[in-house]
């Protein structure tokens, strides 16, 4: 499967984004994705996934603010993201994989497909 990530921009703190996850192929809905994020200097990590059976999964720092959704009829995950804060600022991936267990639904190396990332960067 290959992926497209978009929605990322320049956003104040308090504020809102919404970033897409486009994926090709007839079988997405038997993939898992996660997003994962970057930001400058520092490792790659975890911030929400959501398997084949629309089960979800946070990191702490994206609980209660951001909420992973998919449209299987679209080949579409969807990160909403609110009351955003400036350590949110980042590099954003999504990623896939039909075979993601779940002590692996966290981890960066569950995933074979990625995304390019989209840039979120949060003004304080």
């Known amino acids: 499967v290959q992926l497209q990530a978009s929605g990322g921009g320049l956003v104040q703190a308090g504020g809102s984004l919404r970033l897409s996850c486009a994926a090709s192929?007839?079988?997405?809905?038997?993939?898992?994705v996660g997003w994962f994020r970057q930001a400058s200097g520092k490792e790659r990590e975890f911030v929400t996934g959501i398997r084949y059976n629309s089960m979800t999964y946070y990191a702490d720092s994206a609980k209660d603010r951001f909420t992973i959704s998919r449209d299987n009829a679209r080949n579409m995950v969807y990160l909403q993201m609110t009351n955003l804060k400036p350590e949110d600022t980042a590099v954003y991936y999504c990623?896939?994989?039909?075979?993601?267990?779940?002590?692996?639904?966290?981890?960066?190396?569950?995933?074979?497909?990625w995304g390019q990332g989209t840039l979120v960067t949060v003004s304080s």
């Open positions: 990623a896939a994989d039909a075979n993601v267990i779940l002590s692996n639904i966290r981890s960066s190396s569950g995933y074979k497909s």
């Open positions: 192929g007839r079988t997405f809905r038997e993939y898992s």
